[in-house]
T-cell receptor
Framework: GENVEQHPSTLSVQEGDSAVIKCTYS??????FPWYKQELGKGPQLIID?????GEKKDQRIAVTLNKTAKHFSLHITETQPEDSAVYFC???????FGKGTSLLVTP | DTEVTQTPKHLVMGMTNKKSLKCEQH?????MYWYKQKAKKPPELMFV???????INESVPSRFSPECPNSSLLNLHLHALQPEDSALYLC?????????????FGPGTRLTVT
């Protein structure tokens, strides 16, 4: 089945800096790559997604890039704010499972 | 309305109890999911319903019994649980279950088994 590896497991950045989280996947048939943000006590919420026919997608301070040849995709958050602190999960959507998650802490 | 609702928010049950978790969506989605999430871990897929039929059961013990009474509702019946079953139980839905559509998650039910 699909295997999704996510790095790093924890990330601490200063407010205003950028944060990058990377995921790799194994099944070349995967064609949909969502990123979820989970705040404490809440369910995961989709923040951005990308399909296999696109290399990059942006939504304000958040961007996702996809390299299908290398089978990896990354989440980029620019100008981080304390409210960006949460756990972020990637997924490669042939399977319905998630990467192990990245706990992002943005310090003022 | 892009909301998935789950009840109850919190549940404490003994190992001999029978209880049910409920999930509802009104987005017209034909795929619904149950996930189990332990602290500091990603959600783990338990069951997938596609067009009200169980399509995936990830080798979940029989003390967990899912039910999909109609396209908007999903239940998870619990019986004779163990303390290690304590977790956050998340419900999700998507347009269809082919893995290419966004999943919408509910807030979860925090289950404690004593």
């Amino acid at each position: 089945g699909e295997n999704v590896e996510q790095h790093p497991s924890t990330l601490s950045v200063q407010e205003g800096d950028s944060a990058v989280i990377k995921c790799t996947y194994s099944d070349s048939a995967s064609n949909y790559f969502p990123w979820y943000k989970q705040e404490l006590g809440k369910g995961p919420q989709l923040i951005i997604d990308i399909r296999s026919n696109v290399g990059e997608k942006k939504d304000q301070r958040i961007a996702v890039t996809l390299n299908k040849t290398a089978k990896h995709f990354s989440l980029h958050i620019t100008e981080t704010q304390p409210e960006d602190s949460a756990v972020y999960f990637c997924a490669a959507r042939i399977a319905l499972n998630f990467g192990k998650g990245t706990s992002l802490l943005v310090t003022p | 309305d892009t909301e998935v609702t789950q009840t109850p928010k919190h549940l404490v049950m003994g190992m001999t109890n029978k209880k049910s978790l409920k999930c509802e969506q009104h987005m017209g989605h034909r795929a619904m999911y149950w996930y189990k999430q332990k602290a500091k871990k990603p959600p783990e897929l338990m069951f997938v319903y596609s067009y009200e039929k169980l399509s995936i059961n990830e080798s979940v013990p029989s003390r967990f019994s899912p039910e999909c009474p109609n396209s908007s509702l999903l239940n998870l019946h619990l019986h004779a649980l163990q303390p290690e079953d304590s977790a956050l139980y998340l419900c999700a839905s998507s347009q269809v279950a082919d893995g290419s559509y966004e999943q919408y998650f509910g807030p979860g039910t925090r289950l404690t088994v004593t």
